[in-house]
């Protein structure tokens, strides 16, 4: 254990590090500067990474326990870090993980804190210690650490592997089965909007679902092969299950609706802009935009495409973007608010910093409905679930000039986060 003074020493010197690490990385001009100075920047910056990133490391726990994480509103620490980092959601969370993993091993911490490892074998170190190893993990700790600190990455995962397998044979133990991604055995299906209009879906089936969705896909194949559907057929098998998929779809929406199932496509306008642009010359008028709810821009040929199998509803606003009065005609939103509150929104909650996608999410009164508030689009909000609880909870929320204005309990505005989650 360290006393204080023993602890000021530890920071003063790590401190004084950093600082030369700093002036080492960019005291030089990159013009004039030699081959080996250049190469001496490179390593300054390495290691003063392995130095802050450590630091953070440490401090993790102490910083999920203060819950300042949720005093802008976020949902979760990972939330939080993305958005006053903008670092990737996956980096955010290994992060945290390799932070509150680290603080039950003392070796590791104190490397950490030394900034004697860097943070991508933090996390080797954190992942290596699983609870079938974890008893050798804990008497191994210092040689790990000193093997982390004179191996790259790549080497140091290898070298970890090969300790693992030999920490099972001393322990008498099979490799573990490897977990499912999930913690129950439920399906569990992905959908990531991409370029273009495309997307990717990635679907995880029990056994038993899995049976059904391909005795399903083979027979709507089969059907079409026996029609003669498939006579001069170019597609992949790979294509034709996509396309079977496709139809299956479609036949079970329109089971509970009238006609076959279709997208809708939203056309957001500004009443004065149309009138404006029916002046302008076609030659000389801005070029148009469109993109995916949530999603990316989407190109013309796609757009095209699409809209010959679409339903299109045009949302036609004032010059402030406020359309579909119905004042206190009915309490709830009707279906073309919430049209209009996706257009608006993007897509997605519009608490600053949140992006829960609209279907998670439903429209809420800013005046509350029961205080005299009107349905009308200028006093709705679309919130995700975590949001409105807190609107619900003390959190006060008004339309200011540039949009929603968010305050917490004690009065204090919350501000944008740097970095956004989505364009």
């Given at each position: 254990m360290f006393d204080d003074r023993r602890i000021d020493e530890v920071t003063a010197a790590r401190r004084a590090r950093a600082h030369d690490l700093v002036d080492r990385a960019l005291g030089i001009d990159p013009a004039t500067a030699t081959g080996p100075e250049l190469t001496a920047a490179i390593e300054a910056r390495s290691e003063l990474a392995a130095v802050v990133d450590g630091a953070v490391v440490a401090a993790i726990p102490?910083?999920?326990?203060?819950?300042?994480?949720?005093?802008?509103?976020?949902?979760?620490?990972?939330?939080?870090?993305?958005?006053?980092?903008?670092?990737?959601?996956?980096?955010?969370?290994?992060?945290?993980?390799?932070?509150?993993?680290?603080?039950?091993?003392?070796?590791?911490?104190?490397?950490?804190?030394?900034?004697?490892?860097?943070?991508?074998?933090?996390?080797?170190?954190?992942?290596?210690?699983?609870?079938?190893?974890?008893?050798?993990?804990?008497?191994?700790?210092?040689?790990?650490?000193?093997?982390?600190?004179?191996?790259?990455?790549?080497?140091?995962?290898?070298?970890?592997?090969?300790?693992r397998y030999g920490a099972l044979e001393e322990l008498g133990r099979n490799e573990p089965d490897s977990p499912p991604d999930h913690a129950s055995e439920a399906d569990t299906a992905r959908i990531v909007t991409g370029f273009a209009g495309r997307g990717l879906v990635t679907i995880d089936l029990s056994a038993v679902s899995l049976a059904m969705w391909v005795e399903a896909i083979e027979a709507r194949i089969e059907t079409w092969r026996r029609a003669g559907a498939l006579t001069e057929d170019t597609r992949t098998w790979e294509e034709l299950v996509a396309a079977a998929l496709d139809d299956l779809i479609a036949d079970g929406s329109a089971s509970s609706r009238r006609g076959q199932a279709r997208p809708l496509l939203i056309v957001l306008a500004k009443l004065g802009e149309l009138f404006d642009r029916a002046d302008i010359p076609a030659e000389q008028r801005e070029a148009w935009t469109a993109r995916i709810v949530g999603g990316g821009p989407i190109g013309q040929a796609a757009l095209r495409e699409l809209m010959e199998q679409a339903d299109l509803q045009l949302v036609v606003t004032d010059d402030d973007g406020e359309p579909l009065y119905v004042g206190r005609a009915r309490r709830l939103a009707t279906a073309a608010m919430l049209v209009a509150l996706i257009a608006r929104s993007g897509g997605t909650c519009e608490f600053p910093g949140c992006h829960a996608r609209h279907h998670r999410s439903h429209a809420h009164h800013i005046s509350w409905w029961r205080h005299g508030g009107p349905t009308d689009i200028s006093n709705l909000a679309l919130l995700c679930p975590h949001h409105h609880r807190l609107v619900h909870r003390g959190w006060e929320m008004t339309r200011g000039p540039t949009g929603l204005v968010f305050r917490r309990p004690d009065g204090t505005t919350v501000d944008p986060p740097p970095f956004r989650q989505a364009a």
């Open positions: 102490q910083w999920e326990a203060s819950l300042d994480w949720a005093a802008d509103g976020c949902s979760s620490p990972v939330v939080a870090v993305v958005n006053r980092t903008g670092a990737h959601r996956s980096s955010a969370a290994a992060l945290r993980r390799t932070g509150l993993d680290v603080a039950a091993m003392p070796h590791v911490s104190a490397a950490a804190r030394a900034g004697r490892v860097p943070l991508s074998h933090l996390h080797l170190l954190a992942r290596a210690r699983r609870d079938e190893v974890a008893e050798v993990f804990d008497r191994d700790e210092a040689q790990l650490v000193a093997e982390a600190e004179a191996r790259t990455a790549d080497s140091l995962s290898a070298w970890l592997r090969a300790w």
